[in-house]
């Protein structure tokens, strides 16, 4: 069976939501940022810091290959610059179904403002670097996807079923009664 993909922003729910659905469909949940962690034995901050985000991003991309290889019938969760990348867009195609979880600006910058965790967002002004990084991204994000699905005043329960839901049509689950 195919893995289940959750792309967009940082802030999203992406770990959240990866986590919950990971119970819901008894599946394993990957986060490549947490991959990227564990195979460097450093946090994205200090790669950022050290080596720079070029770096990273080969990272990525050197994460995604390896999943490629590996997984399957799996939650994987990457993290928010990964799709703007085109060979990543081409390997998550080739994972599995690709959700984008999409939300507005100001919903993510109320998540993320106290976290010092992204280094992309430690700047002085983060609500315009966020709205203006959804602009560039958003193209790149609904491109990698399979389906887009607004979080925007939902509850993760509604987000989980419709995920669910795709899910079971991709996988032809659905049960009929009788
Ligand atoms: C980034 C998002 C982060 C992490 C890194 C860069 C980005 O992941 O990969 O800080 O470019 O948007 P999350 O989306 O899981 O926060």
Same mark, same amino acid.
């Given at each position: 069976? *195919?893995?289940?993909? #959750?792309?967009? =922003?940082?802030?999203?729910? !992406? @770990?959240?939501?990866?986590?919950?659905? @990971? /119970? &819901?469909?008894?599946?394993?949940?990957?986060?490549?940022?947490?991959?990227? %962690?564990? %195979? %460097? !034995?450093?946090?994205?901050?200090?790669? =950022? +810091?050290?080596?720079? %985000? +070029? /770096?990273? &991003?080969? #990272? *990525?991309?050197?994460?995604?290959? !390896?999943l490629n290889d590996s997984a399957g019938n799996q939650i994987i969760s990457v993290g928010g610059g990964l799709p703007v990348r085109e060979e990543n867009r081409a390997l998550l195609h080739e994972l599995g179904q690709v959700f984008y979880l999409r939300a507005e600006g100001e919903t993510i910058y109320e998540r993320v403002k106290d976290d010092t965790t992204r280094p992309l967002l430690q700047v002085e002004d983060p609500l315009t670097r966020i709205k203006t990084l959804i602009e560039e991204r958003d193209p790149y994000y609904r491109a990698a996807a399979d389906v887009v699905i607004t979080v925007e005043g939902k509850s993760f329960s509604q987000i989980l079923d419709e995920i669910e839901e795709h899910v079971n049509e991709r996988e032809g689950n659905n049960l009929t009664e009788g």
């Open positions: 069976m *195919e893995n289940v993909i #959750l792309i967009g =922003f940082m802030g999203c729910g !992406k @770990s959240t939501v990866g986590l919950r659905l @990971s /119970y &819901r469909l008894r599946r394993t949940i990957v986060d490549t940022d947490k991959e990227i %962690e564990k %195979e %460097e !034995k450093r946090t994205i901050s200090d790669i =950022f +810091a050290t080596d720079g %985000e +070029a /770096y990273f &991003r080969n #990272l *990525e991309t050197d994460c995604l290959r !390896k």
